[in-house]
């Protein structure tokens, strides 16, 4: 392990020059560039708040502020497009970057790190442009906004883990992309971002509760919207299973290095 | 002497579990046994020191590229290992990983993070790969807008920026126009005399003998030769003839001409061969070289005129020089069948190095129109190179006696 960190230390250069290539590429010729890292989320949250703020609203609770439930949705969404995100481009990850595997050589580790970087990056806008609509809205942050970097870090820890060891697998049985595609459109039903947790039947209680998004997501809205901090119980187990998740999959990435670019 | 390059019973094979959980199950320490595992290299050793140009060569599929992955490390090996002292860099797939969208700088950056340097040590060397590429400009415009030529000129001078210990060379890379091929060449001679070392993978036995001070042949994933280039395209020139035998006049050359042989085959061509004056058979050529061209005709029916031409054609199938033995005047009457006539033309090689094919037929008159025996394109392929003139370009070799007077 230690020496995968060395060979990504030294890498270090090439990692950031390739986050930065990364975001360049992605909005060269494109007019509004960068600010489409926060404009297509936020028309998500716009959306969601103009088709449901009535009906979801009113079910807020200890809540003052007229904006509450497209706070609740911010904060939601912040949390799930950073995971969304990771888990995306980790899937594909290998097969991208195929080609570049096949013919030259460098540390493969240094693949994901790029991954979650360019993820950080974009994330990190869509934060800035989050608080500055708080700021707008009349609801300023908290010190409870503290909590967000290592919500964050608990939010890649397990985007990654479990993006990777997909991603992996992707390489091997290319039917993980396809149907992970979907499986993502369900995870995100059954988490609460759009709706609260309570106005459930009770049914679905179980599997809100077997979902680890719904741990790291309602961290989020506790912090962003109620200025509390995260129920700390469930999040240390959250936190304990993502990094055990990581360190799955980034031994299982290391065994499976060696024979991933005779099959890419 | 010291090795940069050291290389003990490597061996790589590409496994098939039928099941991709077994291949899952194997890295967590299960053993299991695949359902298939094809080795393309297998028991290679050799080492390779400081300062040497060393030739890989060997037919298609022979295992020149798994070699090199394997010694670049995109590959790992299944068994043995490849120990390299020093840095290697290659420049096979040039341009590789070169984003459109960024210019040419910026790509720059970008590649030379790839081959793991620091953002101080480009910007130190960033002068030297701006002016060796010699694109003016176009280095700060967004590389979508290059040529592929400029695009290639980038990607050598970043590629060659650092000297590497070990250089890994494809022989037939084009960079581009002559200018800058022949730039290149200049750098990695002038790396060479620094100390570094060269792999060349090539398919011309001309340029590994040139090049190289040394050649592996492979095999059918072993190395089936290793020393004196002489030696080793000697023996890669016979493997290629064995499979030619083989697989009778079809595909002979790699460019994807196909040996068409026609005619009523009442008089075929047995052998042809060129041999040197000494009388050995030889396929490469010096310029001016005085040779033999060995004809055997076999007569498998009585034929009452036989008459043979033969055409040297260049690469290109441009007919480069052809005669028949109508226009010599030496028409043979009355060939019984079952007869074989051996026919020795000796002449000197005067062509401009390449590669030439012979061409010929077997009829009764001045054309194959009338009676045509056997007609046969590609009868045999060989390489003039120039060791012993002074250079000139060409397909003839016209040599000249200048004299300069300055005038009064």
């Known amino acids: 392990m230690s020496e995968l960190l060395r060979a990504v230390w030294r890498y270090r250069h090439f990692i950031l020059s390739s986050v930065k290539n990364d975001l360049k590429a992605r909005f060269a010729r494109s007019r509004l560039g960068a600010a489409w890292m926060i404009l297509q989320p936020l028309a998500q949250v716009a959306i969601y708040s103009v088709v449901l703020s009535r009906v979801m609203g009113a079910k807020l609770p200890g809540t003052t502020n007229q904006y509450a439930y497209s706070i609740y949705l911010m904060a939601g969404m912040l949390a799930w497009s950073l995971f969304i995100e990771v888990v995306t481009r980790s899937l594909t990850l290998f097969v991208d970057n195929g080609n570049l595997m096949k013919k030259i050589y460098f540390p493969r580790a240094t693949l994901p790190f790029i991954a979650v970087g360019s993820a950080l990056v974009s994330n990190i806008f869509l934060f800035v442009a989050t608080i500055l609509i708080f700021t707008i809205v009349g609801h300023a942050p908290t010190w409870a906004f503290l909590w967000l970097p290592l919500l964050m870090a608990i939010n890649v820890a397990f985007s990654l883990g479990l993006g990777l060891l997909l991603g992996v697998i992707n390489v091997f049985v290319r039917d993980v992309g396809q149907v992970m595609a979907v499986v993502l459109q369900l995870w995100f039903w059954i988490t609460p971002i759009v709706y609260m947790p309570t106005i459930l039947p009770s049914g679905f209680g179980r599997i809100i509760a077997a979902n680890p998004m719904y741990y790291i997501v309602s961290s989020f809205q506790n912090v962003l919207l109620y200025g509390q901090s995260p129920a700390l119980a469930p999040l240390a187990w959250t936190a304990a299973g993502s990094v055990i998740l990581l360190a799955i999959a ?3 990435f290391r065994r ?9 | 002497m010291s090795n940069v390059l050291e290389v003990k019973g490597l061996g790589k094979a590409f496994r098939d579990y039928g099941s991709e959980f077994k291949r899952f ?20 050793s050799f080492s390779v020191g400081r300062g040497e140009a060393v030739g890989i060569v060997g037919q298609n599929g022979a295992g020149k590229s798994t070699l090199l992955k394997l010694i670049t490390r995109t590959l790992m090996p299944t068994e043995g290992s490849v120990a390299v002292h020093g ?30 340097f620091s953002r101080e040590q480009i910007d130190a060397a960033m002068p030297d790969i701006e002016s060796f590429a010699e694109i003016g400009d176009y280095f700060d415009e967004h590389v979508r807008t290059y040529s592929s030529g400029m695009q290639m000129r980038v990607a050598f001078s970043v590629a060659t ?27 990695i001679k002038e790396f060479r005399e620094e100390g570094t070392t060269l792999l060349i993978v090539s398919h011309d036995s001309g340029a590994v003998q040139s090049m190289c001070d040394r050649a592996i042949l492979l095999q059918g994933g072993r190395v089936f030769r290793d020393g004196d280039p002489v030696e080793v395209m000697d023996a890669y020139n016979a493997l290629i003839a064995e499979r030619e035998n083989s697989t009778m006049k079809v595909e002979r050359l790699e460019t994807g001409q196909v040996q068409t042989t026609s005619g009523t085959l009442e008089a075929v061509v047995k052998d042809i061969q060129i041999h040197s ?44 020089f052809g005669t028949n033995t109508f226009h010599t005047k030496q028409v043979v009457n009355d060939v019984a069948a079952g007869c074989t006539l051996s026919y020795v033309a000796r002449f000197k090689m005067n062509l401009g190095p390449g590669s030439y094919s012979i061409s010929t037929a077997l009829v009764s008159t001045d054309t194959h129109l009338v ?11 060989f390489t003039v190179a120039n060791h012993s003139q002074a250079h000139f370009v060409g397909s003839a070799w016209i040599p000249p006696q200048i004299d300069i007077k300055s005038l009064p």
């Open chain 2, 161 to 187: 920026a650092f000297r590497p210990d070990i250089l890994i060379v494809d022989e037939a890379l084009s960079v581009g126009d002559a200018y800058f091929q022949h730039k290149c060449f200049k750098r």
């Open chain 2, 371 to 381: 009676d045509n025996y056997e007609w046969r394109d590609l009868a045999l392929i």
């Open chain 1, 250 to 252: 980034f031994l299982m």
């Open chain 1, 256 to 264: 499976a290095a060696p024979e991933m670019v005779d099959v890419l």
């Open chain 2, 87 to 116: 840095r290697i860099a290659a420049i096979l797939e040039l341009g590789m990983g070169f984003n459109a969208d960024l210019t040419g700088r910026q790509n720059v950056y970008h590649a030379a993070g790839l081959m793991g």
């Open chain 2, 277 to 320: 004056m000494d009388g050995e058979r030889i396929e490469f050529i010096d310029v001016g070289q005085d040779v033999e061209l060995r004809i055997d005709v076999e007569a498998r029916a009585d034929i009452p005129r036989l008459v043979l031409g033969y055409m040297i054609k260049d690469r290109l199938g441009q007919p480069v």
């Open chain 2, 25 to 44: 199950a194997t890295w967590f320490g299960a053993s299991v046994t695949p359902r298939n595992e094809h080795w393309v290299l297998r028991d290679i």
